[in-house]
Structure formats: C-alpha cells, structure tokens
C-alpha cells in the first residue's frame, strides 16, 4: 500500500484536520507496523514509496512525522471523530 497523496509534513493541529481524515487508513497501518516492530527504513518504502537508501532523511522525516501524527490521532485527536465521523 503506497499512499501517492501524503505530505512530507503533518499537520499540527490540535484537532482533526481534513488531512487527517484522509490519512486513517495510513495511520492505522503506520500504528500496526510500528507495533510488530517494523524497521523504518521498510515501512517508509512499503507506505510511502520512500527508498531510504536513495533519500535517508526524507524518508525518516515522513515515517516520524506521519508516526507522531498517528499516536497523536490513537491518544486524543479520535474524539473529532466522535463528532464528524471520517
């Protein structure tokens, strides 16, 4: 699954932004690979097309952003979801 339409950066938002409406598949898959103990370099090629070996600090910029994004979404931004479901 190559998500074609990220961003290099997430939002920071303190609430659920359109993007991350858009993105919950991508997080949520983000979440479980990183819980099975995924090496980066491999969940950016594999989500987001990223070769590490190619572009090292892109792709650990987007895994990390995207990951942090993520947490944030499974920690506190789901409640948006509470009142405008995806």
């Known amino acids: 699954m190559v998500t074609k339409t990220?961003?290099?950066?997430?939002p920071s938002a303190p609430e659920l932004t359109d993007y991350?409406?858009?993105?919950?598949?991508l997080y949520a898959r983000l979440l479980d690979a990183a819980a099975?103990?995924?090496?980066w370099e491999?969940?950016?090629a594999v989500l987001f097309g990223i070769d590490a070996a190619r572009q090292p600090e892109r792709?650990?910029?987007v895994h990390d952003a995207h990951l942090a994004r993520a947490r944030w979404v499974a920690s506190?931004?789901?409640k948006d979801l509470l009142h405008r479901p995806v």
């Open 6 to 10: 990220f961003e290099d950066t997430v």
């Open 20 to 25: 991350d409406r858009a993105h919950i598949k």
């Open 36 to 39: 099975d103990g995924a090496a």
């Open 42 to 44: 491999e969940i950016a």
């Open 59 to 61: 792709a650990r910029h």
């Open 76 to 78: 506190s931004g789901y």
